[in-house]
């Protein structure tokens, strides 16, 4: 079955960087959008990074863009995204999703998800 495992997650200062890495088994993602999600404590699971089946188009939600960068390696069915310039209101667990084709911003468009990966930021 499909399978999607988060990693990468961890704690670190503000200001700092983190690379999450998502594995996806189960069969071939190489026309599937690949993207990230993120959920703070008593909030709205929200979109932060998506990338087009063949990596030709990213997306980012207003709060990451020119901080964050997602990427795909398809031969390895994993995607990453690279964070730098971390601030406190980026703590939140992260997951990763997929759906055919385009990236879509509202989660209930997607297919699978995997469990998540908690990031947190010290102040």
């Known amino acids: 079955q499909v399978q999607l495992v988060e990693s990468g997650g961890g704690l670190v200062q503000a200001g700092g960087s983190l690379r999450l890495s998502c594995a996806a088994s189960g069969r071939t993602f190489s026309s599937y959008a690949m993207a990230w999600f993120r959920q703070a404590p008593g909030k709205e699971r929200e979109f932060v990074a998506g990338i087009s089946w063949n990596g030709g188009s990213t997306y980012y939600a207003d709060s990451v863009k020119g901080r964050f960068t997602i990427s795909r390696d398809s031969a390895k069915n994993t995607v990453y995204l690279q964070m730098n310039s971390l601030k406190p209101e980026d703590t939140a667990v992260y997951y990763c999703?997929?759906?055919?084709?385009?990236?879509?911003?509202?989660?209930?468009?997607?297919?699978?998800w995997g469990q998540g990966t908690q990031v947190t930021i010290s102040s």
């Open positions: 999703a997929v759906r055919p084709l385009r990236i879509a911003t509202i989660s209930y468009e997607y297919d699978y």
